[in-house]
């Protein structure tokens, strides 16, 4: 198995370290080969709100930087790690300029049956919320989500400190693992297929070929199919998913 780390740092310092921490005990784990991915090392451009990816295509993107590339290191990922400091009780710049760039994606998601986590180096206040933006972001992109780590890195750092952060980093790498080995296409929960259902509902009421959202919904079947991808729904799901479709149809009249 194939697991990347996209590290938003422009040092190789706290987070760096703390991904290939994390990584290298997966790899010890069994089938794993890794890479890191430092974002600074890379061209990425601020999305200017142009719409075209959206509307039209993410190859219209009049940005010419290494989005593709890292893209591309993702498809043939079957895990990735988003690791991350907390600068201003946020994911880094870099870190957002790169999500930013896969924003037609929250469209047109297409990571399924792959896993995701997130890693976020603090010193002190804030990282529990950055986990939970980057663990919606990681399901909302497709990916089986492991719940993020948040590590302590305020310096000076105590032999304890650094145990207990390494037993942390142990025990995620543990659950990611276990994760990758679990069943690929897990039944939504009822977020998921609401999210889902309403949104493929509101594109056929209100789009035509003419969106490339459409057309995407249209080839992948999506327009009819239960979800994403081949799931059986439980009986209270069923319903509450015929509720969904209903629902967005009248708000979309």
């Known amino acids: 198995m194939k697991v990347t780390a996209f590290v938003g740092s422009a040092r190789k310092k706290h987070t760096y370290r703390a991904a290939e921490s994390f990584?290298?005990?997966l790899k010890l784990k069994g089938d794993v080969e890794y890479e890191i991915v430092a974002l600074s090392d890379y061209n990425l451009k601020v999305c200017?709100?142009?719409k075209l990816c959206l509307d039209k295509g993410e190859?219209?993107?009049p940005l010419k930087d290494d989005r593709d590339i890292l893209m591309e290191k993702i498809i043939q990922s079957d895990g990735v790690v988003f690791a991350t400091p907390n600068y201003s009780f946020q994911v880094s710049g870099l870190m957002k300029v790169f999500l930013?760039?896969?924003g037609f994606l929250f469209h047109r998601p297409r990571y399924f049956g792959k896993t995701c986590t997130s890693i976020v180096a603090q010193g002190i206040y804030g990282g529990k919320e950055i986990v939970k933006y980057l663990d919606f972001i990681g399901g909302s992109l497709g990916f089986n989500v492991v719940k993020g780590?948040?590590?302590?890195t305020l310096e000076p750092m105590s032999e304890k400190d650094l145990m207990k952060t390494d037993a942390a980093i142990e025990a995620q790498s543990r659950k990611?693992?276990?994760q990758m080995a679990r069943q690929k296409y897990p039944s939504p929960s009822l977020l998921r297929l609401m999210l889902f259902r309403m949104s493929r509902t509101s594109m056929k009421k209100m789009l035509s070929d003419d969106f490339r959202d459409y057309t995407y919904f249209n080839e992948k079947g999506w327009f009819t199919d239960d979800y994403y991808y081949p799931v059986k729904l439980n009986p209270v799901k069923r319903t509450a998913g015929?509720?969904?479709?209903f629902t967005a149809g009248k708000i979309a009249m």
Do not use: P, S
């Open 23 to 25: 990584l290298e005990k």
């Open 176 to 178: 990611f693992h276990a």
């Open 48 to 50: 200017r709100g142009c």
């Open 59 to 61: 190859e219209l993107c």
């Open 242 to 245: 015929r509720l969904f479709d």
């Open 100 to 102: 930013d760039r896969f």
């Open 149 to 152: 780590l948040v590590i302590k």
